[in-house]
């Protein structure tokens, strides 16, 4: 395929992100930069046993590696409409055109729905 350099983002400690959660290998759960950095979630939290892939969370960064980032959900996670419309943004931006279009459509459908609610 295409080979597109991605710049990397720098990260602080401290700092806070919405992260859509994702399924890791075998039963684990991850999170992605838009980079392809891994972002995982402290187990020791009290939220972690609420986050499941395909919601989002509101996180803070608690540890920066070089290929990966360690993070603490604040707030209990969004399984809304809003974090649908979330994950296809960030599905939209990535280099598969086909899915990006598909991704865009999908969430211009979900737009005009919610319009005749």
Not at 3 to 9: T, W, Y
Not at 25 to 33: A, L, Q, T, Y
Not at 38 to 44: A, D, Q
Not at 52 to 61: A, E, H, L, N, T
Request: contains cysteine; negative net charge.
């Amino acid at each position: 395929m295409y080979n597109v350099e991605i710049p990397v983002r720098e990260i602080n400690l401290g700092e806070e992100m919405e992260v859509l959660v994702l399924k890791g290998k075998g039963e684990s759960i991850i999170g992605r930069m838009r980079d392809g950095r891994v972002i995982l979630f402290n187990r020791e939290n009290p939220i972690f046993q609420d986050l499941r892939p395909g919601v989002m969370v509101r996180c803070k960064v608690s540890f920066v590696a070089q290929n990966y980032i360690i993070v603490d959900p604040c707030a209990p996670p969004n399984t809304g409409v809003e974090a649908i419309k979330l994950g296809l943004d960030m599905v939209s931006e990535c280099d598969n055109w086909e899915i990006a279009i598909l991704s865009q459509g999908l969430k211009h459908l979900i737009e005009q729905l919610e319009e005749l609610t």
